[in-house]
């Protein structure tokens, strides 16, 4: 399915002000991460013109349209409101003409107005569609926010997981969401994870039911968004698996075609399940820094053996 966000929320989210209140813009589904400056446009080329796409009149638009003789203006906004746009926002404090907004109206296209430079402003919104708009899935799993890496806890149901991230807030770090977090791809390198509007910050714990960890522990303990960077995968201990003791080489798994680096981790009674999670977690932002404790190891016993070796010969 599509995925589509409502232009209500982008004028809410962006604090836009809205020049046609008449129209529903609840209604109005944006589909396209993209948007577009008509300056072709206004000069009659409309050659591979995609109308889905938010449209930015900025200062450098807005003056080359007011120097035209009304009868031409009126010709040039006629075809560009009708063709289709889902809205029209004017950026650098212009605003729009009645003539515009008559023809607005007309098409029911939404005018809005920003305050805020034409080149800021198009890389908050090109983000803000980018994240919103990204191909996304939903998993059963924990988002927590370790030292500032997002740890995806996953595992069977009862395992442990919402455990483990009551835990991890205790010790001060921040969950994003329990049970089901939603996996956005806003890149071909990033994944970033958030909870269900109706979950988020709560957690489930089995014999005691929903709590609300904003309003038990503080706004300091919870967080709206985080990019996914390490996966643990908690399993029941088995005595004939075989278990990665060295970690010379990352595992990982993949989502929406991203791989993330992952780790197994087997639950007996007594282990600490916090205490792992934060040491997975400052263990892989020191290898993101450029340092791997196991090659490390892996170094000096080569470097003692062929210390030996010599002494031998």
Avoid at 11 to 36: F, G, V, Y
Avoid at 55 to 70: K, R, S, W
Avoid at 195 to 207: K, V
Avoid at 235 to 252: F, I, M, N, V
Wanted: charged share 25%.
């Amino acid at each position: 399915m599509k995925t589509v966000v409502s232009l209500q929320k982008l004028a809410d989210s962006l604090k836009l002000e809205n020049w046609t209140p008449e129209i529903d813009m609840s209604k109005i589904q944006l589909t396209s991460p993209d948007i577009n400056r008509p300056a072709l446009q206004f000069t009659g080329y409309y050659e591979h013109f995609v109308a889905e796409r938010v449209q930015i009149i900025g200062y450098v638009e807005y003056t080359y349209i007011m120097q035209m003789p009304d009868s031409q203006r009126d010709e040039v906004y006629e075809r560009f409101i009708s063709s289709g746009i889902p809205c029209v926002i004017f950026t650098t404090l212009t605003e729009p003409s009645e003539d515009m907004l008559r023809l607005a109206r007309k098409y029911g296209v939404p005018t809005l107005v920003t305050g805020r430079s034409t080149c800021g402003f198009m890389a908050e919104i090109i983000r803000w569609l980018a994240v919103e708009l990204a191909p996304s899935i939903s998993i059963h799993g924990v988002l927590v926010d370790v030292y500032g890496e997002g740890v995806l806890i996953m595992g069977e149901s009862g395992i442990g997981k919402s455990e483990a991230a009551l835990e991890l807030v205790r010790r001060g770090h921040r969950l994003v969401s329990d049970d089901v977090v939603v996996i956005r791809k806003v890149s071909d390198v990033t994944l970033v994870g958030s909870a269900p509007d109706l979950t988020r910050h709560f957690i489930e714990l089995r014999g005691i039911g929903i709590i609300d960890v904003k309003t038990l522990y503080g706004v300091e303990h919870v967080k709206n968004t985080q990019a996914i960077d390490l996966v643990i995968k908690l399993e029941e201990w088995s005595p004939d698996h075989e278990y990665d003791r060295l970690g010379l080489e990352d595992k990982t798994t993949e989502f929406l075609g991203n791989k993330v680096v992952c780790h197994s981790i087997p639950i007996r009674p007594g282990r600490n399940l916090a205490v792992i999670a934060e040491t997975a977690a400052v263990n892989h932002r020191q290898k993101k820094m450029g340092y791997n404790a196991a090659q490390e190891l892996y170094r000096r016993i080569q470097e003692n053996m062929t210390a030996v070796s010599h002494i031998d010969l």
